[in-house]
């Protein structure tokens, strides 16, 4: 079960159009889609909807942009909800601007440590010099 701020911390450390998708034990997809200018959209995947679709196929189906509505709109605080009222089987972090990245995690944790490893190399590579 996760936590309000393991949540809210995952989804300040997510880049622009970047996709998180949690695989629930119920197998249902609750999942995080964040835009450009600081816009979040959190949703839900029925099992019925998710079943037998690969990761890809997954990603046509999530269509936010625009007028087209994603499958089931969540506010945070139901997405928070789902979460963690659920158990997350495996998280799937998808970004395709920039350099892609389409990695599968098993925990929480091991995203958190990504996530940590990524930026913190990212604001070191990008830190002003001083002179």
């Not at 949540?7 to 034990?25: A, C, D, E, Q, W």
């Not at 029925?46 to 990603?59: K, T």
Request: proline share 5%; net charge positive.
């Amino acid at each position: 079960m996760m936590e309000n701020t393991e949540i809210t911390g995952i989804v300040n450390k997510v880049n622009p159009f970047s996709l998180l998708l949690f695989y629930m034990r119920d197998k249902s997809i609750c999942g995080i889609y964040k835009l450009r200018h600081g816009h979040v959209a959190y949703f839900r995947l029925s099992p019925d909807a998710a079943a037998n679709r690969s990761r890809h196929e997954l990603l046509k189906l999530i269509h936010v942009e625009g007028s087209h509505p994603h499958p089931e709109s969540l506010s945070f605080d139901q997405f928070v909800a789902r979460l963690g009222g659920g158990r997350v089987r495996k998280i799937w972090l998808a970004k395709s601007r920039g350099k892609p990245v389409d990695l599968v995690f098993l925990s929480m944790k091991e995203l958190e440590h990504y996530m940590h490893l990524h930026l913190a190399q990212h604001e070191k590579f990008h830190a002003p010099t001083v002179h």
